[in-house]
């Protein structure tokens, strides 16, 4: 009955703060390439420890739309790829909340519900046609196409990297306009990112292409997280390259723990992404 108790008021807490989203906008008009289900809404797991919400079964992937608003908006906006190990997306932890800050700051945030589990392949095809489709939107949210970016938490600090060095691969056939635009993200924002030492001697995954192209970076991990490793390839991928990249490697704050209060990680970050957006975004 508890657990019953539990995920009721988790599930409740949820749809809240989904109400709260001023639009949503499905991906694909037509058929999701290389889906073989039949679309329908995330499903909502019964595991809510953490206070934590967790989407799965993925098959009609959407973008969440929170407007900056107020005087202080400033034209920017931001791709959000909540983590989940690619199985599911933590839609609250570093999703939701995630854009409630970046709207403090004045800017606009779509928090992306790409394709789990394990459909590694559809997530990247999920998160370059978001960076179309919002590009090809920005004048309805009064955002500057140019300075439209992405952000990611773990696995979606992974998609987040994959999609800022794989913008110039065709992953999927054109649907409409908006696949004329570019797919790359103006910046990333890599919070506890996983799954990018994947190469031999756990070096970087090789399907990572840095460049001097590849869009600026911010990088923040802890030496404590399991996954910590894949911060300093990426950021040492990128020094390699003369791509501009901003690393902060902290001690402790293990992994998972987005805004949360009581975590020095989770109180510093924000901070330093903050100082960091408004330095490369003029």
């Known amino acids: 009955m508890k657990q019953l108790f539990t995920f009721i008021l988790i599930f409740t807490q949820y ?5 709260q989203q001023k639009e949503k906008i499905h991906l694909w008009p037509g058929a999701v390439p290389g889906e073989t ?12 420890s953490r206070n934590v ?5 993925v098959t009609d992937p959407v973008l969440e739309v929170y407007p900056a608003t107020g005087a202080h908006r400033t034209g920017v906006g931001v791709v959000v790829c909540p983590g989940g190990g690619y199985n599911i997306l933590a839609i609250n932890l570093e999703g939701y909340e995630i854009a409630a800050w970046l709207n403090k700051l004045g800017y606009t945030a779509f928090v992306l519900q790409y394709r789990v589990p394990k459909k590694e392949t ?4 999920d998160a370059q046609r978001a960076m179309r489709v919002v590009r090809s939107r920005a004048a309805a949210w009064g955002l500057d196409p140019e300075k439209i970016g992405m952000m990611g938490f773990s696995a979606g600090g992974s998609l987040t990297a994959r999609a800022a060095t794989l913008y110039n691969v065709q992953t999927y056939t054109p649907v409409d306009k908006a696949d004329s635009l570019s797919a790359r993200p103006a910046f990333g924002m890599l919070i506890y990112p996983a799954y990018l030492d994947k190469g ?11 460049n001097k192209q590849t869009p600026p970076m911010f990088i923040f991990a802890t030496a404590d997280d399991t ?4 911060a300093l390839v990426m950021a040492g991928a990128m020094r390699d390259a003369g791509a501009p990249a901003e690393l902060h490697f902290y001690a402790k704050g293990g992994h998972g723990y987005g805004l949360r209060p009581g975590n020095t990680a989770a109180e510093v970050w924000p901070v330093l992404a903050a100082k960091w957006m408004q330095q490369i975004i003029p």
Not at 15 to 19: D, E, K, L, R
Not at 122 to 125: D, F, K, M, R, S
Not at 200 to 210: C, M, Q, W
């Open 200 to 210: 031999e001697g756990r070096k970087l995954t090789p399907e990572l292409a840095v």
């Open 37 to 48: 289900d039949a679309r329908h809404p995330a499903v909502v797991t019964p595991d809510g």
């Open 15 to 19: 749809a809240m703060v989904y109400a």
């Open 53 to 57: 919400v967790r989407l799965t079964d």
């Open 227 to 230: 996954y910590g490793n894949s």
């Open 122 to 125: 559809g997530a990247l095809q």
